[in-house]
Antibody, heavy 119, light 108 residues
Framework: QVQLQESGPGLVKASETLSLTCTVS????????WSWIRQPPGKGLEWIGY???????NYNPSLKSRVTISLDTSKSQFSLKLSSVTAADTAMYSC?????????????WGQGTLVTVSS | EIVLTQSPGTLSLSPGERATLSCRAS??????LAWYQQKPGQAPRLLIY???NRATGTPDRFSGSVSGAVFTLTISRLEPEDFAVYCC??????????FGQGTRLEIK
């Protein structure tokens, strides 16, 4: 059973860059699409973007100018960078694997990691 | 962007009752919709995909349906472990993939 685990700083200063890593175990990172999803406190889920094992990416237009998702197949990891963060970026950040294509559902999720943006 | 509006925001029911949750889309996109269950401190759990297909391990008391742009998740007889937040996700368009804001199912 594939497992995903997020890691990274839980506190980021406003205007700086948020950096998180998702480590995949129990399965190959190859052949799949991998997404980052976040949930601000008390709000709904927001898809941030995905990366395919080939390296192709697709980002939410609302975040596109600040987001970079990258992949390290040798480490079975993919990463999120979100620049110029503000308090509005405070959220639980989760990584997930798509079922099939980039337009599909998410059978596999990490537990999530809370990132707080401080002023 | 496809906007998903879930209703009600909160649903108060007792174990054994039937729950009906709605997810209305701002435009039609076929049956490309999934339902998830969220509990505090846990990763979202996939329940339904393709509007009506139960994911592996989803009890058969959970069912999904669609009529036009309105998707429904029905829980036939509520068990104590079913009280949670439920959200829908559309993947008919990946620009962007969107989620509903969630329905909280609480014990009455």
């Amino acid at each position: 059973q594939v497992q995903l685990q997020e890691s990274g700083p839980g506190l980021v200063k406003a205007s700086e860059t948020l950096s998180l890593t998702c480590t995949v175990s129990g399965g190959s990172i190859s052949g799949y699409y991998w997404s980052w999803i976040r949930q601000p406190p008390g709000k709904g889920l927001e898809w941030i973007g995905y990366i395919h094992f080939s390296g192709s990416t697709n980002y939410n237009p609302s975040l596109k100018s600040r987001v970079t998702i990258s992949l390290d197949t040798s480490k079975s990891q993919f990463s999120l960078k979100l620049s110029s963060v503000t308090a509005a970026d405070t959220a639980m950040y989760s990584c997930a694997r798509h079922y099939g294509s980039g337009t599909s559902w998410f059978p596999h999720w990490g537990q999530g990691t809370l990132v707080t943006v401080s002023s | 962007e496809i906007v998903l509006t879930q209703s009600p925001g909160t649903l108060s029911l007792s174990p054994g009752e039937r729950a009906t949750l709605s997810c209305r889309a701002s435009q039609s996109f076929g049956s490309y919709l999934a339902w998830y269950q969220q509990k505090p401190g846990q990763a979202p759990r996939l329940l339904i995909y393709g509007a009506s297909n139960r994911a592996t391990g989803t009890p058969d008391r959970f069912s999904g349906s669609v009529s036009g742009a309105v998707f429904t998740l029905t829980i036939s007889r509520l068990e104590p472990e079913d009280f949670a937040v439920y959200c829908c996700q559309q993947y008919g368009s990946s620009s962007p993939i969107t989620f509903g804001q969630g329905t909280r199912l609480e014990i009455k």
